[in-house]
Nanobody, 122 residues
Framework: VQLQASGGGLVQAGDSLKLSCAAS????????LGWFRQAPGKEREFVAA????????YYTDSVKGRFTISKTNAENSVNLQMNSLKPEDTAVYCC????????????????WGQGTQVTVSS
């Protein structure tokens, strides 16, 4: 599985951005697609994930109510709509694919896309 992420950029606090991640093939219904981020000098952290089959979504507490993950079946892609962005959201965002349906831990994802930089200025 190859993943292609896009949509990062430089915005001001309070603005919105939408990230997209396209998979090279149709994800299995049991799979999970997720977004992780890593800020300079910090550990990689889970942001959001969606179960391909059911559409169930999961978020880390710091983005609940601001970020929305969704999928587009026809394009084999997932999107991360990020609203009310804060400077602390600045990071490299990566999408990832878990065949085993893992959610929270990066170790549960076998395939990773390249990162896309999101920078939020204050």
């Amino acid at each position: 599985v190859q993943l292609q992420a896009s949509g990062g950029g430089l915005v001001q606090a309070g603005d919105s951005l939408k990230l997209s991640c396209a998979a090279s093939g149709r994800p299995y219904s049991s799979s999970v697609l997720g977004w992780f981020r890593q800020a300079p000098g910090k550990e990689r952290e889970f942001v959001a994930a969606i179960r391909w089959g059911s559409g169930l979504t999961y978020y880390t507490d710091s983005v609940k109510g601001r970020f929305t993950i969704s999928k587009t079946n026809a394009e084999n892609s997932v999107n991360l709509q990020m609203n009310s962005l804060k400077p602390e959201d600045t990071a490299v965002y990566c999408c990832a694919y878990s065949s085993y349906g893992r959610i929270w831990q990066a170790q549960g994802y076998e395939y990773w896309g390249q990162g896309t930089q999101v920078t939020v200025s204050s």
